[in-house]
């Protein structure tokens, strides 16, 4: 399967804390990219890195990709109690493909 | 729409009726996906839509589920005689093209008692 897989399953952190997630995968990609899911519904969409690009900024979010060793970290900085949720990872191959891993949990304590 | 919208949010239904899930995506987009999610699981592609073609209908798990999209635009799933392990959230997404950002709708939650 060309599903990511992040690590870990579950992350609890203090408010104001960092919180890393990793995600690999199998094969070649287009691009890849991570979401967000809050109360087991619609995902939102955080941020895309493409397969020539390496790190990648988004606000407090901080994406890279080593496609040499096929995974992606996501840090979360300065973390807040709203980013309590789930957080996907997805890879995009054969030009459309979108396979998402199981996810990671975030708990951000107050 | 503004969004990808899908209905009915909820539905319950008992075993072996058929059921029907609706997805609008986002006007123009092309690309149209449908996830399951079971309960603190990832999303399990079932379909994908490029226009009103399906390229890729290689995670429909069985027969009783199909899927069509007309006009470039609404699609259906359609669950036939339904089984408990059915019931789940499902999940439609459209995208403006296949290897660009994704939009989700808030999904269906399939119950089947």
């Known amino acids: 399967s060309q599903q990511g897989e992040e690590d870990p399953q579950a992350l609890s952190i203090q408010e104001g804390e960092n919180a890393t997630m990793n995600c690999s995968y199998k094969t070649s990609i287009n691009n890849l990219q991570w979401y967000r899911q809050n109360s087991g519904r619609g995902l939102v969409h955080l941020i895309l890195?493409?397969?020539?690009?390496r790190e990648k900024h988004s606000g407090r979010l901080r994406v890279t990709l080593d496609t040499s060793k096929k995974s992606s970290s996501l840090l979360i900085t300065a973390s807040r109690a709203a980013d309590t949720a789930s957080y996907f990872c997805?890879?995009?191959?054969?030009?459309?493909?979108?396979?998402f891993g199981a996810g990671t949990t975030v708990t951000v304590r107050a | 729409g503004a969004g990808v919208s899908q209905s009915p949010s909820n539905k319950v239904t008992e075993k072996g009726k058929d059921v029907e899930l609706r997805c609008d995506p986002i006007s123009g987009h092309t690309a149209l996906y449908w996830y399951r999610q079971s309960l603190g699981q990832g999303l399990e592609f079932l379909i994908y839509f490029q226009g009103n073609s399906a390229p890729d209908k290689s995670g429909l798990p069985s027969d009783r589920f199909s899927a069509e999209r007309t006009g470039g635009s609404v699609s259906t799933l359609t669950i036939q005689r339904t089984q408990q392990e059915d019931s789940a959230v499902y999940l439609c997404a459209s995208s403006s093209a296949g290897d660009t950002e994704a939009f989700f709708g808030q999904g269906t939650r399939l119950t089947v008692v």
């Open positions: 997805a890879t995009v191959w054969n030009d459309y493909k979108l396979s």
């Open positions: 890195i493409r397969s020539n690009e």
